[in-house]
């Protein structure tokens, strides 16, 4: 089946960067697009990029220029790197990729930038 673990999330202060890690299995990784979505408390749950499977890439304006998806096809895995990190990019972090028209989640990875 469907599984998506996200990691790498922690507690850092403003202006400093992060990576998230999401390791996919129990599907054909390459040829999906795969997303980062982001739930601050109290917030409905937003897109924050996303990546085809050639690449192409997209992002949320509230993170273009800051944050960077990319993938690793052999290795199963999709990463967000996160830098100049806000106080507002405060929230859970979660892998998602659609398969056969059914929306698939990680269990998310908490990220908190406070000083």
């Known amino acids: 089946q469907v599984q998506l673990v996200e990691s790498g999330g922690d507690l850092v202060q403003p202006g400093g960067s992060l990576r998230l890690s999401c390791a996919a299995s129990?599907?054909?990784?390459?040829?999906?697009?795969m997303k980062w979505y982001r739930q601050a408390p109290g917030k409905q749950r937003e897109l924050v990029a996303g990546i085809t499977s050639g690449g192409v890439t997209n992002y949320a304006d509230s993170v273009k220029g800051r944050f960077t998806i990319s993938r690793d096809n052999p290795k199963n895995t999709v990463y967000l790197q996160m830098n100049s990190l806000k106080p507002e990019d405060t929230a859970v972090y979660y892998c998602?990729?659609?398969?056969?028209?059914?929306?698939?989640w990680g269990q998310g990875t908490q990220v908190t930038v406070s000083s």
């Open positions: 129990g599907f054909s990784f390459s040829i999906y697009a």
């Open positions: 998602n990729v659609v398969r056969a028209l059914h929306d698939y």
